[in-house]
């Protein structure tokens, strides 16, 4: 989500109308993703020498002079050290490589923008190194076809921690994201997005992932997002394009604790705080076998998104199947008022979900029939939900309709929301927020001798079916 924007998924009430509020650009060790797991035996940090290898100081003072010497297919590897750069990267199809994940740092020193920022360079990989103290992102690639980002560790930056906007094809793995205000990791403006996240782990953020208008094999798997303002949002709005977000796969992924009071967020974060898994007006999104736990509002949630400002009307359902580059020819139509983008027809199947004190599982809207929206759940283990009953007044395979039950008992009344963010712990200051020690995690395996391979624009297939809840971990 970007701060600039003037939209919320909550609702304001203003007098008798809904308005929409809203926020730029953007440890401890689990036992479930190899990221989090120390390495038991330090990395070589010996480079070779061989053509189309550039090391990093011996051959190159620093990473940007290495990178503007590189050519398609040169694998840039840094050796050990601390590296006051914001580094630009115009050439596509080459690797830079850390040779020790948590002994190569990129720091920004409060002053510079981003740690690595890959423009219009389709197939850069980003492997096994460490950003800190940037005032925006930490990794970030904007219009490619085709990235990767292996063994990163995005440490209090100040926007996004790992950043991909406007861009398809590309897989995030074995990454470690804390202390960003906006989001540990973030996808957005991409349909379809041929996106996978996998291994990730998000803490001590506004937001634990953010997906504005991605969508369209969009995967999000086998992660953990814990200890932020609220964990995994994907949401729709007209202040970036390709909207609506849509089409999202979120599985087997743990989602615990996110009602963290002390740390940076953005105004979204502070409105969305205590939510694990926060639909807000997505569509089609399929949410399975995900262990979700310990939030002080709902475990899962499909709520509305009220844009106050928006820059264009609603998409009809017929163009939700258009791709971000054909929504981008079109003419935007100025709309008379506020947008609501209501979540429709998710599913959410299989779960295991446990002391969410307002509700495990919820629809909710303001104004709209919930049955009409189709949004529908299944197989859930969960205690409470709002509306009551819910997977019987929404169950997965039936039309839905207002007379299964009663669909206004135990409403969820997400305008009571905003009487929460009221008296809800304010933002930290992300340079100053209180973290945790930086944990120390798993490098690439054999980074000094293992090939460049740039990123491939088609992501690795996962077999979903084989995915199960993972286990709880303390």
Known sequence: MKRSMSALFGVVLVGTGLVACGGDDAATTPAVASTDVASSEAPSTDAPAVDGVLNVPADYVTIQ????????????????????????????????????????????????????????????????????????????????NGFRGDYLTAWRNGDYGVYVFDSVGGVIDHSYGAGSPDAGVYVGQCYPCDTLITNFTAEFNGLGYSGTNSGGNMVIVNSIFRNNRAGIVPNSGSYELCYPERKSTIIGNLVYNNNQPDSPAIDVALLAMGNGILNAGGVQNIIERNRVWNHNKTGIGLVPFLEEDASDVIPDKSAWGMTCEESKNLMPVQPDGPLLWDSQENTVRGNV??????????????????????????????????????????????????????????????????????????????????????????????????????????????????????????
């Open 353 to 474: 979900l446990e002391d969410n004190r307002r509700a495990d599982i919820a629809v909710a809207s303001a104004g709209t029939d919930l049955w009409t929206l189709s949004n529908c759940f299944e197989g859930n283990t969960f205690t409470t939900s709002a509306p009551l009953d819910l997977e019987k007044l929404a169950p997965c395979g039936t039309p839905l309709s207002k007379d299964t039950g009663d669909w206004a008992a135990g409403d969820l009344n997400v305008i009571t929301w905003l009487v929460d963010v009221e008296t809800a712990p304010p933002s930290v200051d992300w340079k100053t927020a209180n973290l945790p020690a930086m944990p120390v995690l798993d490098s690439m395996p054999d980074a000094a001798t293992a090939p460049g391979v740039s990123a491939s624009a088609t992501p690795p297939a996962i077999d979903l079916d084989a995915i199960t809840v993972p286990d709880k971990i303390d």
């Open 65 to 144: 002079e290495a990178v503007d010497a590189a050519v398609e297919g040169d694998l840039i590897l840094i050796a050990p050290g601390t590296y006051n750069e914001a580094v630009q990267v115009s050439t596509s199809n080459i690797i830079i490589r850390g040779l020790d994940r948590n002994t190569v740092i990129l720091d920004g020193n409060f002053e510079l923008d981003n740690g690595i920022r890959v423009v219009g360079a389709n197939g850069v990989a980003l492997e096994n190194m460490t950003a800190m103290n940037y005032t925006k992102n930490g990794f970030f690639w904007t219009g490619v």
